[in-house]
């Protein structure tokens, strides 16, 4: 499965912005989907996924109410949007795929192991 991200961009705090992951190549199989960001100087940390079906979503602490992810498995398209946007989540934002089956049975949405393929990243700068 190829991964595209794209919509990064330059934002006042307090913004909105969306972002987008289109799939590619075997999407046939039931895929999760997370997207995870890195800012400068920091490690890669988990930021939002959700499930194949679309009814279950996970989000990190630090950005729950503001970003919403929702997928339309029609257009193999993952997307993220994000509310109230602070200097803080300023980043490279990535989006990942994993099996659906994996997620079933280790529930590891929130972690990096747990995606077998990854895009490009997009850059988010939330000016202040």
């Known amino acids: 499965v190829q991964l595209q991200a794209s919509g990064g961009g330059l934002v006042q705090a307090g913004g909105s912005l969306s972002l987008s992951c289109a799939a590619s190549?075997?999407?046939?199989?039931?895929?999760?989907m997370g997207w995870f960001r890195q800012a400068p100087g920091k490690e890669r940390e988990f930021v939002a996924a959700i499930n194949w079906t679309g009814d279950r979503t996970y989000y990190a602490d630090s950005v729950k109410g503001r970003f919403t992810i929702s997928r339309d498995n029609a257009k193999n398209t993952v997307y993220l949007r994000m509310n109230s946007l602070e200097p803080e989540d300023a980043a490279v934002y990535y989006c990942a795929a994993s099996p659906q089956t994996r997620k079933d049975y280790y529930g590891d949405y929130a972690e990096l192991t747990g995606y077998d393929n990854w895009g490009q990243g997009t850059q988010v700068t939330v000016s202040s």
């Open positions: 190549g075997r999407t046939f199989s039931p895929l999760a």
